[in-house]
Every structure is written in C-alpha cells, then in structure tokens.
C-alpha cells in the first residue's frame, strides 16, 4: 500500500493507516543502521535536495544520512550560500534545482506555507523539514516511533507538551498526530505561548506544570527559543525555568514508568535539568537515532513505485 | 479472467522433498560444519526453519537460522509497479567464513537470489553461498541454478506457482494456477 500523497508539507496529509505504514517501515530501516555498512542500493540513481533556509544541523544531517545510507545523491543548499542571498525568489530557485533532475526536495523555510507552495509548483516530491511555526512532520513521525518502540501502543497514553506552543511547528505536528493515533494530548505553558485555537485541535490546556504532570506517560519538552528572547512573552529566564522546567522533582509526579523526549537541541538547566536530561527516563538520544530511521522510510515511501492511482499490475509473480 | 489451480505437491509430498535436499546438504558439505541458513521472506524462512528440524534430525546439530528481506536490493523498484513492503532483515550471527545456504521456496527468474546474494554480501563474506529452494519452475533470466531442488516443475511463462505453508496459516501444497481468459 503506498502513500496517496506525492509530497509530505503536513501531518494531515497523511491518514491512520498511512502513518502506521511509516512507522513500520522505519522498524524495517532501524535494522539497516545496526549493520556493519549501513547502506542498501534502494535510492541508486536518485538525487535528493536538502534545500535550508533556516539554520540546522539536527535534521538536515538526519535527512542526509538517511539519504546516503538508501544510496542516493544528495546536495546540500543553505540559504548563506546560496542565490537567495542574491536575490533569486524561492520558485526560482526551486525550479533551477528541478530543472537539474532532482527527485525529492527537503526544504527547511522560517516560513510557513513555504514548502506547500513549492509542492504544488514542482513535480518533484516535497518534505517539509520545518516550516516557520506552522509543522515539522518527520520531527512529529521520529516523536510517535520513539514512543511507539517503549510504549508498544498509543492507546491511553497520556502525553503532555510543554513550553512554547504557539511558535512551535514540533508541538503542532506532534499534537495532530497523536490525536490520529488516539493518544490524550495536554499542552502547558505560560498563557503567552499558548494559542487560542488549541482546544479544536483536541488537547486540553494546563498553565501549571504540576498539575499537568499527573498520570503521565510521556513528556515532549520543547526547547525555548532564545532567538524570541526579548518579545514579552516570559519575565525572565529564571522565572520561566522555575514554572516550566522539568526538574526530578516535578518528574516524580508524573508514572513511574514515564519517558521524557526533547526535539532538541536542549537548553540544559531552562527548560530542562542535567539530571534529568540524562537520567534513565530520558530517550532524547533515541529519537536522534530513530530519526534518520524514520526519515529513511519517508524518503523510501514518497519515491518507489508508482502512487496508488497510477499503480500497474504487480510485477513480482512467482 | 477465471484461473484453475492445481495440487502438483502436497504436505506428504513437501515433507519428502525436504528430507531429500536436507540429505543432499548433509552429503554435499560431509556434515554441518560451519553451514548456515537463511531464508528469504516470506516462505523461504519457513521452510528454512523446516530444512534446520530436519537436519537436527539426521545429524543432531543445530544450524543458525537467519532471514532475508531483499526488498531494498529489488532491481525493478524505479519501474512502474505497486510498492513493495519493507520487511526486516534478522541475521543475527556473523556469516564471514561460513557457508550460507540461501532458501526460497520458488526459484523462478533469478532475480530475487541475485538481490539476494548481493544483501548477504554486505553482511560480511561468506565462504560459499549454496541456494536450496523447493520448486524450480525454470524461465530464468540470470544466469543462476539452484544446488537443491525439492522438485523441478515444467511451467508456462504465465502460470503462477504458490508454495502455501502452514506456518502462514494454510494447508501445505503447492499449487500451479492456470490463467484462463473468457
């Protein structure tokens, strides 16, 4: 069963079934990063785009070794670099990279809907790596893998988000696919991060950390965004690290069993403490090795076989 | 399109013809030493795990049994067809040094051993690789022969052959269907 969309700009681009199916490949290319040459023939030939406009070295080295471990080339433009510094518009530039055949293009943009436009331009596939405070789907689909590999199941899990919701693509991302998967989403913030709309998107609200805590399976810790510093949002560093950082203490409140995650990279001693950043309850590494796993079965996903409403007969008969 | 099946081996026959590769392998290889096996999914790791009981039986040993996905060693997977899905690879022993006996349950192109042989590689570098499968229905399209054959099974072109095993909740048999156009 292959992917109905030709590109991935959102969660909801995908549906239950869909999702699942990533998840599932991914188990299949974990394996792939645990041999001695981590690398299969699968994308020979193909040519991927790691196209950045925003700095970052966690995801576009993810995607780029997903890529090299399926065997295809990869070329990495970031924005400094580039011709948009020179004044190309993004289509432009979009169109000169597909006009050099390239078959997948990442694109990381500050902003939103950025991704989406040159989707519908290109005939090429499209990942969404982030874009501006709108979603960052493989950070969402790395997020339910990890949880999925310790927890076994979604069902009655009880995940909280906590820190700044409203600037954050991994908290929007995240909480739609958590709601497909049937999980019960909490959000905690100061009221300034959180958005008004939230409560449609199906997660409940909680503006004090303590009580959010209770019962949970999972914590996503999102990072605070230093870059927003000075916009009024929060007092204080230290007032924020006092009411939103996740300490060993506000820890105990939550199961015993609960796991804590982080999109990273993390704030050590803001929005989370040393002990707990590398206490056992932590999988933050995991989701890092998960990632590139992940990100494999979407690259796999988006550009093998044909999509469902052009697929052909079989061609695998024995 | 209507399509007749029918039954060219049964459990008993399936049975007998794994006793027989399990014998030729042990007289081929003079015992076990250093043999491994590795199926290819999905039947070829059934009847890999059948042909390790049989031999425990005659020789006493038990042989690591792994298996093989080649999905992501596919040569047709840019060509326009549904799909495939990416299953798990699980070896979970080191084959550098050791004769691997590759086993499928049809050997029909070639194609599969040939993504077959080229995973294994990657996995270190086996001594020798042997391929035992359980029914050869020729048309090969590489230059490929298998070195146990349960049964040799002259078919057209367009004929399908299915190996159904218990172990994936069927009756065991063999069956040629025959495609038959209104």
Not at chain 1, 66 to 85: F, M, P
Not at chain 2, 28 to 56: E, F, M, Q, S, Y
Not at chain 2, 123 to 150: K, M, S, T
Request: neutral net charge.
């Amino acid at each position: 069963m292959p992917l109905k969309t030709k590109d991935l700009i959102s969660i909801k681009d995908l549906d239950r079934d869909e999702l699942r199916l990533i998840l599932d490949t991914a188990e299949s290319f974990k394996e792939v990063g645990t041999r001695e040459i981590k690398k299969v023939p699968t994308l020979r030939g193909k040519t991927v785009v790691n196209l950045f406009f925003e700095p970052s070295t966690r995801t576009r080295t993810s995607f780029e070794l997903a890529a090299k471990r399926l065997s295809a080339d990869l070329v990495n433009i970031s924005a400094s670099g580039s011709s948009a510094a020179k004044g190309e518009t993004l289509l432009d530039t979009a169109r000169n990279i597909e006009a050099m055949q390239a078959d997948l293009i990442i694109v990381r943009h500050p902003c939103a809907g950025a991704p989406l436009l040159l989707a519908r331009k290109m005939t090429s596939a499209v990942i969404n790596a982030g874009d501006g405070a709108h979603e960052h789907p493989t950070q969402a689909l790395l997020d339910l893998f990890t949880i999925r590999e310790r927890k076994k199941t979604f069902e009655g899990l009880t995940v909280v988000i906590v820190g700044d919701i409203l600037h954050s693509r991994v908290a929007r991302s995240d909480i739609h696919a958590l709601r497909m998967v049937g999980a019960t989403v909490r959000v905690v913030g100061p009221p300034t991060m959180i958005p008004r709309e939230i409560t449609d998107w199906g997660a409940e609200v909680f503006y004090r950390f303590d009580e959010a805590l209770k019962g949970a399976d999972v914590i996503i810790i999102l990072r605070l965004q230093l870059e927003r510093q000075g916009r009024s949002l929060y007092p204080t560093f230290r007032e924020y690290s006092n009411l939103y950082g996740l300490t060993p203490r506000r820890l105990a409140l939550a199961k015993d069993d609960a796991m804590v995650m982080h999109p990273g990279p993390i704030n050590r001693g803001v929005e989370i403490s040393p002990d707990v950043a590398d206490g056992l309850s932590s999988v933050i590494l995991s989701q890092t090795t998960n990632g590139v796993a992940v990100r494999m079965a979407v690259l796999y996903l988006l550009s093998v076989g044909a999509r469902a409403d052009e697929a052909g007969p079989g061609s695998d008969e024995k | 399109m209507k399509s007749n099946e029918r039954i060219v081996l049964d459990a008993l026959g399936i049975g007998r013809a794994l006793s027989r590769v399990a014998h030729e392998i042990i007289e081929r290889n003079k015992g076990l030493a250093d043999l491994t096996l590795v199926g290819i999914r999905t039947g070829g790791v059934h009847l890999a795990h059948r042909l390790a009981g049989k031999l425990k039986e005659i020789e006493g040993a038990v042989l690591p049994v792994g298996a093989l996905d080649i999905t992501l060693y596919r040569d047709d997977l840019s060509k326009k067809s549904e799909q495939p899905a990416v299953r798990r690879t699980e070896i979970g022993f080191d084959i550098t040094d050791k004769k691997v006996i590759l086993v499928d349950d049809v050997l029909f192109t070639g194609r599969t051993i040939r993504a077959a042989m080229d995973e294994l590689i990657d996995f270190g570098r086996p001594r020798e690789i042997q391929l035992a499968v359980l029914i050869d229905r020729g048309h090969r399209e590489l230059p490929i022969r298998a070195n146990y054959v349960g049964k040799s099974l002259p078919t057209a072109p367009e004929e399908k052959v299915e190996v159904l095993l218990k172990e994936e909740g069927e009756e065991d048999r063999v069956i040629i269907e025959n495609a038959i156009k209104d």
